[in-house]
């Protein structure tokens, strides 16, 4: 069961939108203001999470964040480069039918 936490302290901790560990979803805003793109994101992370394990998927994540600020890229760079937020990156638009929210 997934379950999503809004207006949540600890995405705005880190200055994020959403974070999501394992099946629990925290979102920065407040359950209105949660669009579709950010939802099918963060449950893309869920379903990653479900398939690959969630210490692997710990250590996957972080791994080629690190690997990627060891090149140089910035912190935008190096989050954008990892394999797991590309995937989710694509779930975002899938089966998209505008920009609606919620």
Do not use: C
Request: glycine share 4%; aromatic share 20%.
């Amino acid at each position: 069961m997934i379950k999503e936490h809004y207006n949540h302290w600890f995405p705005k901790l880190i200055n994020a939108r959403s974070v999501t560990i394992y099946n629990h979803i925290f979102y920065s805003l407040p359950e209105e203001l949660v669009y579709t793109r950010l939802r099918r994101h963060e449950m893309e992370h869920v379903k990653q999470y479900k398939r690959d394990g969630f210490f692997r998927f710990l250590l996957r994540y972080f791994y080629e964040y690190f690997i990627n600020r060891f090149k140089g890229v910035s912190h935008y760079e190096a989050y954008l480069n990892i394999s797991y937020e590309i995937e989710a990156r694509k779930a975002e638009s899938a089966n998209e039918g505008g920009g609606s929210r919620k």
